[in-house]
């Protein structure tokens, strides 16, 4: 067995212990897992209370600026201090998937929307927000800064983190149907908030990318969840539980899914979707595409787990225009 010195024992402990910040040590965009030891599931969640008078239970903003429609959306919810208390610890959770397309080819979340839920956040007295994903197409360093996601956060006063490798770990998923354990990142259980802002777009396997595949980017070996990929998709939704979703469809993908590279596919609809119901908010975003919610396995299976509502008439749907 290979005996460490204890320099090199305080570096490799002293890495994992700072939560791998972006540019930290040992950052890798493929890490291995821990086992042992998890938490119970979404751990330090508190959930949003449910809309009440004016609030809409799922927003629709419309118009030419992206930052404008995005907190147009959120103040139709209830405003962010619905979602978001003073010393929160906040987690934001956009699709940054590559490093080899900038955002005008609508295959990352646009930056301006994660920026002003960075803001809003930050207004409303969140301790913390962090910004993170999993790339599978370059490392988290290029794919942050080709994204156009990196400067943005941090010009909103918010921090980007490199998913640190010691804090995936095994973790039980009590309500899954076909998965009932994965290797998660126990940060976003653990995060008072959880902003899930997936953009809009085709996928080759999962018809669309919304929120709930968005959720991939949490785990590890994402690809092992592509058997059975919809019913895989809702269990991870039962565990994670998103405080609140943003569905970016400033621009949409609307072929050659998940990563695109023409820009004849991309189509600018200048729309933000959200909600506190994962399932409500991606059901309405199939409809950009001509679907609807159960047009998409996953969407199907989430609403059949009790997660969400599929069922849009039977909720407030408020639409604005910026």
């Known amino acids: 067995m290979m005996r460490l010195t204890r320099r090199q024992f305080l570096k490799l402990t002293g890495a994992a212990a700072a939560g791998v910040a972006l540019f930290g040590a040992g950052c890798t965009a493929q890490p291995t897992a821990t086992t042992g030891g998890a938490p119970s599931p979404s751990k330090g969640r508190r959930q949003p209370p449910a809309p009440t008078g004016d609030q809409a239970y799922l927003a629709v903003a419309r118009g030419s600026d992206p930052a404008a429609i995005t907190k147009a959306a959120i103040a139709a919810l209830g ?4 979602f978001v208390q003073s010393g929160d610890d906040v987690i934001i959770k956009p699709n940054i998937c590559v490093d080899y397309h900038p955002p005008e080819y609508a295959a990352t979340t646009n930056p301006t929307v994660v920026a002003t839920l960075v803001s809003l956040c930050r207004g409303a007295g969140a301790r913390r927000v962090r910004v993170m994903d999993t790339p599978f197409g370059g490392t988290p360093e290029s794919a942050y800064a080709v994204s156009g996601i990196e400067e943005a956060v941090r010009t909103a006063g918010g921090e980007m983190e490199v998913m ?5 770990v095994k973790t039980p998923i009590p309500e899954g149907r076909d998965i009932t354990e994965w290797e998660v990142y126990q940060d976003v259980l653990e995060a008072n908030v959880l902003i899930n ?3 809009a777009k ?12 968005n959720l991939l980017g949490v785990i590890l070996n994402p690809s092992r969840m592509h058997f059975n990929l919809g019913q895989r998709v809702a269990d991870l939704v039962s565990l994670v539980r998103p405080t609140l979703t943003v569905v970016d469809a400033v621009r949409i993908l609307t072929a050659h899914g998940p990563t695109g590279g023409s820009l004849n596919d991309v189509q600018q609809t200048d729309t933000v979707i959200a909600s ?21 396995a996953y969407v199907k299976a989430a609403a059949e787990m009790g997660l969400g509502t599929m069922e849009l008439d039977g909720v407030k749907v408020e639409e604005i225009n910026v």
């Open 202 to 213: 085709h996928h080759s396997l999962a018809g669309l990318t919304l929120g709930g595949k």
């Open 276 to 296: 506190h119901d994962i399932v409500a908010a991606d059901a309405y975003a199939t409809t950009l595409f001509g679907l609807t919610g159960a047009s998409i």
């Open 197 to 199: 802002v997936p953009i």
């Open 79 to 82: 405003g962010i201090e619905r």
């Open 164 to 168: 640190s490798p010691v804090k995936f």
